[in-house]
């Protein structure tokens, strides 16, 4: 039996996830689909409503029947032929999405995460409805692309206003990176181009501390993240070096929530954040499905690797 790693040619988390498997003697087989399909083959044939067959590599060849668990670890977009014109690479991508990523959606697996899992619960006003459903805390919140909806929302307390999706865009060769920011009421004055897309605003929750909740399977490691500076205290991610950390038992009403957030996503795991308020009271911001752990497994030790590694080994939570 095989473990399947979709991921990423630089990802120091699947380097040490292919050591761990290698170490507990697990077969195991490394791809990235931006090889396809210039280092990456499929032939697949389906027999008695089952795909069989292999994906080969210049180094490996999986048969895809020996495939029982799948680490769906962010791995890269098809690079069709630069011989190719324009039109011609979006059709054969399409054919590539559909064709070897449909083989592959369709492996009955264990899978961390599914794809149309993590789909399903990329949508951040999904989540929070979803949080809310199964008894978690969630800050109020509007969607909009209107100014004088944001500005009637700000009236009523702090604000803070934060990306629907990733906070980093690439533009010839740059890397741009956006934080969750507090709406000032310079912000307020001048919102032009806030009706060219929708926007997030969230009311600013008071915060003793943060907390991310990884979640593995069964397996929760909830750590407190403690702010050093102004800017992290906005956003924890604007400075790591500035960031303490403690590894914490969450509230059980808390942890039962988070379990059940789980479930309703199909997800086996997810990195979920949290703001605590002075007063002790948890509130959920969102969950990312294919969310970084490493640096929480190198800042406070807990194995995380090793618990992942277990769980693909075995092939269930």
Same mark, same amino acid.
């Given at each position: 039996?095989?473990?399947?790693?979709?991921?990423?040619?630089?990802?120091?988390?699947?380097?040490?996830?292919?050591?761990?498997?290698?170490?507990?003697?697990?077969?195991?087989?490394?791809?990235?689909?931006?090889?396809?399909?210039?280092? +990456?083959?499929?032939?697949?044939?389906?027999?008695r409503?089952?795909?069989?067959?292999?994906?080969?590599? %210049?180094?490996?060849?999986? #048969? +895809?029947?020996?495939?029982? &668990?799948?680490?769906?670890?962010?791995?890269?977009?098809?690079?069709?032929?630069?011989?190719?014109? /324009?039109?011609?690479?979006?059709?054969?991508?399409?054919?590539?999405k559909?064709?070897?990523?449909?083989?592959?959606?369709?492996?009955?697996?264990?899978?961390?995460?599914?794809?149309?899992?993590?789909?399903d619960?990329?949508?951040? =006003?999904?989540?929070?409805?979803?949080?809310?459903?199964?008894?978690?805390?969630?800050?109020?919140?509007?969607?909009?692309?209107?100014?004088?909806?944001?500005?009637?929302?700000?009236? /009523?307390?702090?604000?803070?206003?934060? +990306?629907?999706?990733?906070?980093?865009i690439s #533009? /010839?060769?740059?890397?741009?990176?956006s934080w969750? *920011?507090?709406?000032?009421?310079?912000?307020?004055?001048?919102?032009?181009g806030?009706?060219?897309?929708?926007?997030?605003?969230?009311?600013?929750?008071?915060?003793?501390?943060?907390?991310?909740?990884?979640?593995?399977? #069964?397996?929760?490691?909830?750590?407190?993240?403690?702010? *050093?500076? $102004?800017?992290?205290?906005?956003?924890?991610?604007?400075?790591?070096? &500035?960031?303490?950390?403690?590894v914490?038992? =969450?509230?059980? &009403?808390?942890?039962?929530?988070?379990?059940?957030?789980?479930?309703?996503?199909?997800?086996?795991?997810?990195?979920l954040?949290?703001?605590?308020? =002075?007063?002790?009271?948890?509130?959920?911001?969102?969950?990312? =499905?294919?969310?970084?752990?490493?640096?929480?497994?190198?800042?406070?030790?807990?194995?995380?690797?090793?618990?992942? $590694?277990?769980?693909?080994? #075995?092939?269930? %939570?």
């Amino acid at each position: 039996m095989t473990v399947l790693i979709l991921a990423r040619d630089l990802d120091p988390s699947a380097d040490a996830m292919v050591t761990a498997l290698r170490d507990r003697g697990t077969p195991m087989c490394r791809v990235n689909t931006a090889w396809f399909p210039a280092q +990456l083959s499929v032939s697949a044939g389906l027999r008695r409503g089952r795909w069989s067959g292999y994906l080969r590599t %210049p180094a490996h060849c999986v #048969e +895809l029947e020996d495939v029982h &668990a799948v680490w769906y670890r962010s791995p890269e977009a098809y690079q069709m032929p630069d011989a190719l014109s /324009e039109p011609e690479r979006h059709h054969a991508f399409l054919e590539a999405k559909y064709g070897l990523g449909g083989v592959l959606s369709s492996l009955s697996a264990f899978w961390v995460n599914h794809p149309a899992r993590m789909a399903d619960a990329a949508y951040k =006003p999904v989540q929070l409805v979803r949080a809310g459903e199964c008894g978690l805390t969630v800050p109020d919140t509007v969607i909009t692309n209107e100014a004088d909806t944001v500005r009637c929302f700000a009236a /009523e307390g702090h604000t803070i206003t934060k +990306l629907l999706g990733s906070n980093t865009i690439s #533009e /010839e060769g740059t890397r741009k990176l956006s934080w969750t *920011g507090v709406l000032g009421e310079d912000d307020l004055a001048d919102l032009r181009g806030i009706e060219v897309t929708t926007h997030m605003v969230q009311r600013w929750v008071p915060k003793a501390f943060e907390a991310r909740v990884i979640v593995m399977g #069964e397996h929760m490691t909830v750590v407190a993240i403690h702010a *050093g500076n $102004a800017a992290s205290y906005v956003d924890w991610r604007s400075d790591y070096d &500035a960031l303490t950390y403690d590894v914490i038992e =969450p509230p059980a &009403a808390v942890s039962k929530g988070i379990h059940s957030l789980m479930r309703a996503f199909g997800l086996v795991y997810g990195a979920l954040d949290f703001v605590v308020t =002075p007063s002790g009271e948890w509130v959920f911001l969102e969950i990312n =499905p294919g969310g970084q752990y490493g640096w929480i497994e190198a800042a406070t030790g807990v194995p995380l690797t090793s618990v992942l $590694a277990d769980l693909l080994t #075995e092939g269930r %939570p």
